[in-house]
């Protein structure tokens, strides 16, 4: 069966550090992934998402970056964290029949 | 793209009785529409889904409705427990992608014993 891997599960970062958070699926080949943000309290944001191995596409501008090195592979990226990239951060990916299996989620907080 | 709009933003039922959330979506030609259970500090899972070829689909004390000529489709909690407090999130895919959710804002439901 199929597993999605998220972590780290809580993460404290100043303003101004980097960000690199990973998301593996495991029982599946060339899956589609996704990153959601949820912001406290609120519905979840699509940030990225990827068909295959170096392909991204962005839904909205922001201080983010994702990369897709290998087929099971999606990494959430940022060089400089602002106080407003905090939230919840969820990976997922889309089955043939099915879209919308998250991963466990990071929580981030920038201070 | 898609629009997701639900309501209400906060539910308060008493334990034994019944919980209706609605969503109306804009895209004429989605297809497919998922309810999503949040615990808090947990991530969204899975309750159940509905295909635009059915009207209705039913598991234990769950059901959803989908109107398609309206654009909206419906939650339904019967005899809710406190376990069934959490956050609900319905969804619809984005045409271009099927993968790809839009949200609504949630409902923030409590069971009060």
């Known amino acids: 069966s199929q597993t999605i891997h998220q972590w780290p599960a809580t993460l404290v970062q100043p303003v101004g550090s980097p960000l690199s958070l990973e998301c593996t699926v495991e029982?599946?080949?060339?899956?589609?992934l996704y990153w959601y943000r949820q912001a406290a309290g609120r519905g979840l944001q699509l940030l990225f998402y990827?068909?295959?191995?170096?392909?991204i596409s962005s839904e909205v501008p922001q201080n983010l970056s994702a990369s897709r090195p290998q087929d099971r592979q999606f990494i959430l990226s940022s060089k400089k964290l602002l106080l407003s990239d905090s939230g919840f951060y969820l990976c997922?990916?889309?089955?043939?029949?099915?879209?919308?299996?998250f991963g466990q989620g990071t929580r981030l907080t920038v201070v | 793209g898609e629009n997701v709009e639900q309501h209400p933003s906060t539910l308060s039922v008493q334990e034994g009785d019944s919980a209706v959330i609605k969503c109306t979506y804009s895209d004429s030609a989605s297809n497919y529409f998922p309810w999503y259970k949040q615990e808090l500090g947990k991530r969204p899972q899975l309750i159940i889904d509905?295909?635009?070829?059915?009207g209705e689909k039913k598991d234990q004390r769950i059901a959803v409705t989908l109107n398609k000529t309206a654009k909206h489709f419906s939650l339904h909690i019967t005899e809710t427990q406190p376990e069934d407090s959490a956050v609900y999130f319905c969804a619809a895919p984005l045409t271009d992608s099927w993968g790809k959710l839009q949200f609504g804002a949630g409902t923030q439901v409590v069971v009060t014993p």
């Open positions: 990827s068909v295959g191995i170096g392909q």
């Open positions: 997922a990916w889309s089955g043939a029949t099915r879209p919308g299996f």
């Open positions: 029982g599946t080949s060339n899956p589609n």
């Open positions: 509905i295909r635009s070829n059915v």
